[in-house]
C-alpha cells in the first residue's frame, strides 16, 4: 500500500507566482482533506471533497487558493498568485468513508512550500 | 464551536517511565477522538481514535487512551516509554454533524530522554 502521495515534497517560489501541489489518494478512499500546517495556526482544514464533489471549502483562506478533484485519484491545490505568508506545510489525507462517520484519515507526507 | 485544547507544549519523560499527554476537548453533541503522531517532517500517523464503545482504546505502539465523557478529556497513556517515541502528538476531535472536519491541537512535544 503506497499511502497518500502527494508532490513536490519541497517548493520554493517567489511572490506572484502561481503553485500547484499535487495529491493521489489512497485507492478506494472516497473522501479527500486537504491541511495547512504553521507554527502560528498549527493544522486547520483549507478543503474537504467527497466522491470528488468539494463538501466544505470554508478553510480556504481567500480567492487565491482553488482545489480541484477530477478524479478518484487525484486532486491539486493552486496558489495563485503565491504571497510569502502562504509558507507552510500542506498535507493531503484521504479516509474511506465520509468524515460524518469518524473514519480514520490517512495523511501523505506534504508539500513543503516557502514564497519568497 | 468545537475545540481541542493540548495544555503542554512538551512533555519530559524518562525511558521506561510511564507517559502521560493530556488532551480536553468542547464539541456540540457526541465526538470523534483521534491521536496522531508527527515526526521531523513526516506527516501525521494515526495512533487510535475513539468513535463509541469501550471508553479505554488501544492503539499502535503500545499507546491507548481512555475516553472521559464527564471531563471531556481523552489523554493518551503509554506504561513504559522508549526513546523513539519522541515526537510531535496532535489530539483530534470532530462530529457527526461536522462533515469529517478535523479539529486539531496544538500539539504536544514529548522528550523521551535515555
Known amino acids: 500500500d503506497a499511502g497518500v502521495i502527494q508532490s513536490p515534497r519541497h517548493e520554493v517560489t517567489e511572490m506572484g507566482q502561481e503553485v500547484t501541489l499535487r495529491c493521489k489518494p489512497i485507492s478506494g478512499h472516497n473522501s479527500l482533506f486537504w491541511y495547512r500546517q504553521t507554527m502560528m495556526r498549527g493544522l486547520e482544514l483549507l478543503i474537504y471533497?467527497?466522491?470528488?464533489?468539494?463538501?466544505?471549502d470554508s478553510g480556504m483562506p481567500e480567492d487565491r487558493f482553488s482545489a480541484k478533484m477530477p478524479n478518484a485519484s487525484f486532486s491539486t491545490l493552486k496558489i495563485q498568485p503565491s504571497e510569502p505568508r502562504d509558507s507552510a506545510v500542506y498535507f493531503c489525507?484521504?479516509?474511506?468513508?465520509?468524515?460524518?462517520?469518524?473514519?480514520?484519515?490517512?495523511f501523505g507526507p506534504g508539500t513543503r512550500l516557502t514564497v519568497l | 464551536a468545537q475545540s481541542v485544547a493540548q495544555p503542554e507544549d512538551q512533555v519530559n519523560v524518562a525511558e521506561g517511565n510511564p507517559l502521560t499527554v493530556k488532551c480536553t476537548y468542547s464539541v456540540s453533541g457526541n465526538p470523534y477522538l483521534f491521536w496522531y503522531v508527527q515526526y521531523p517532517n513526516r506527516g501525521l500517523q494515526f495512533l487510535l481514535k475513539y468513535i463509541t464503545g469501550d471508553n479505554l482504546v488501544k492503539g499502535s505502539y503500545g499507546f491507548e487512551a481512555e475516553f472521559n465523557k464527564s471531563q471531556t478529556s481523552f489523554h493518551l497513556k503509554k506504561p513504559s516509554a522508549l526513546v523513539s517515541d519522541s515526537a510531535l502528538y496532535f489530539c483530534?476531535?470532530?462530529?457527526?454533524?461536522?462533515?469529517?472536519?478535523?479539529?486539531f491541537g496544538q500539539g504536544t512535544t514529548l522528550q523521551v530522554k535515555p
Open positions: 489525507a484521504s479516509s474511506l468513508a465520509p468524515g460524518e462517520f469518524g473514519d480514520t484519515q490517512y
Open positions: 483530534a476531535v470532530t462530529t457527526p454533524s461536522n462533515t469529517g472536519k478535523l479539529i
Open positions: 471533497f467527497n466522491n470528488n464533489v468539494p463538501i466544505d
